[in-house]
C-alpha cells in the first residue's frame, strides 16, 4: 500500500515550530524588529500569539487532568 506522505508533511510542521522557538530564543530581535515595523498583524505577531495561546490551553489541560486524577 503506497503512502501519501503525510508523515512529512506533520514531520516538516513539527520542525517548523521546533526553529521558530529557537530563532525566538536565540533571535529575538528578528521578532522584535519585524514586531516593531509590522505590528501584531504581521506572520510573526500570529506565531507569537498561537504559541502563547496553544501554551496556555496545553498547561489548563494538564491543570485539569491531575485535578481529574486526584479526585478519583
Known amino acids: 500500500m503506497e503512502r501519501l506522505g503525510y508523515e512529512r508533511v506533520f514531520i516538516s510542521k513539527i520542525d517548523c515550530i521546533i526553529f521558530g522557538i ?4 536565540t533571535e529575538s530581535n528578528l521578532y522584535v524588529e519585524d514586531l516593531a515595523q509590522n505590528g501584531l498583524i504581521s506572520f510573526t505577531g500570529f506565531y507569537v500569539v498561537f504559541n502563547l495561546f496553544l501554551l496556555i490551553f496545553v498547561f489548563l489541560k494538564i491543570i485539569s487532568w491531575k485535578r481529574r486524577l486526584k479526585s478519583s
Open 22 to 25: 529557537y530563532l525566538f530564543f
